[in-house]
């Protein structure tokens, strides 16, 4: 199953820093080194096992989005699963910029109605303090949507130097709350891939009652390559006390410090197959649920061992990977 994937936006935008990051794990540091996407590169990522992310990069100088609208206008806009359109906080043809978006509106309006649209105002790490930053993300989300009339969008805030592009949607709003404006509340690449798997939160669901069976804190699903959060089981209640200590950034900070570490062991030619912390405060747990996925449980029961968290991923399996065909079999 195909699911094509839009990244439009003009020209040094980050549109293939972020894919860089996300689908060729390659750390920020390197986005530098590379160069302004010609035309269209597609890409063909397998994500999930079956579900393939047709993702098509376009390069965003005037004369290839003129291209894009005229003579490539049908091979551009038809068959669009998602358009992921990145405007640069900074710019400073913002007026041409959304000329450009308004005409990507149209083709998608004519050849792909259905399409999901996610507008991502990247580059905020370049605001500093966050109040402007909360200022300055709140004007570009009214900006964008009195740009895009009648369309449903979401507007999520990005950087590639932390982890707001792998974020995931929030669960409980009172685990968000005092988060930074660009941090607060946006699912960027994670929310992406659930608009991609419509019953992800079935996902959820299930890795809620597997919670309960292992007496777990959180348990956390991933994609194996990508390492984006595919699903969380939902929290138990908490006092407020509890409720503070919890980052709201602790999901994507997780998917970035696996990602460094399987590439620190790939740098040693080492392989990295699960990951068993037991600290004062908790005990965590990494490792294969399915074919496609990795799972992370936390716990904070001392009198729970990981050998008994280990035989519950195990016993687990079978069902997470009916589950899993299950939400791609509806998806196509």
């Known amino acids: 199953m195909k699911k094509k994937v839009l990244l439009m936006g003009a020209s040094g935008s980050g549109k293939t820093s972020m894919r860089s990051i996300i689908f060729s794990n390659n750390p920020a540091s390197l986005t530098a080194r590379l160069g302004a996407t010609i035309d269209v590169e597609q890409n063909h990522v397998r994500f999930l096992g079956d579900l393939i992310l047709n993702l098509w990069d376009c390069g965003g ?20 699963g998602v358009l992921i359109y990145v405007f640069d906080v900074e710019s400073r043809e913002m007026a041409k ?25 990247h580059k905020m790490d370049l605001i500093r303090g966050e109040d402007l930053k909360e200022s300055t993300l709140e004007a570009k989300r009214k ?22 592009l792998y974020k995931v949607r929030a669960i409980d ?11 607060n509340g946006l699912q960027a690449w994670s929310n992406i891939v659930h608009t991609l798997i419509p019953n992800a939160n079935i996902l959820s669901t ?32 908490q006092s407020e006390e509890q409720t503070s200590k919890l980052s709201n950034k602790r999901y994507e900070r997780t998917s970035e410090l696996i990602k460094a570490f399987k ?7 080492g392989e990295f197959h699960s990951l068993e912390m ?3 405060e908790f005990t965590a747990v990494l ?15 001392p009198s729970i061992e990981t050998a008994a968290i280990k035989l519950n991923i195990r016993m687990a399996r079978r069902k997470f990977e009916e589950l899993q065909g299950d939400s791609l079999i509806s998806a196509s």
Do not use: W
Request: glycine fraction near 2%; charged fraction near 20%; proline fraction near 2%.
């Open 61 to 80: 100088q005037d004369a290839f989005m003129d291209s894009y609208l005229t003579s490539q206008r049908a091979t551009i806009f038809q068959h669009v």
């Open 97 to 121: 910029d959304l000329d450009y978006y308004r005409d990507c509106l149209e083709g998608l309006r004519q050849f792909s109605p259905e399409a999901a649209i996610f507008l991502l105002v």
């Open 143 to 164: 900006e964008l949507q009195e740009t895009s009339g009648d369309l449903a969008i979401e507007v999520l805030g990005t950087s590639i130097y932390d982890e707001s």
């Open 173 to 183: 709003s009172t685990f968000i709350s005092g988060a930074a404006a660009y941090l």
């Open 206 to 237: 299930h890795l809620s009652k597997f919670a309960q069976a292992c007496s777990a804190t959180e348990v956390i699903l991933f994609e194996r390559t990508t390492f984006l959060v595919i699903a969380t089981s939902s929290p138990e209640p």
């Open 263 to 269: 590439h620190s062991c790939s740098r040693v030619r």
């Open 278 to 280: 037991e600290l004062a």
């Open 287 to 301: 490792d294969e649920m399915t074919k496609n996925t990795y799972v992370l449980i936390v716990v904070h029961d």
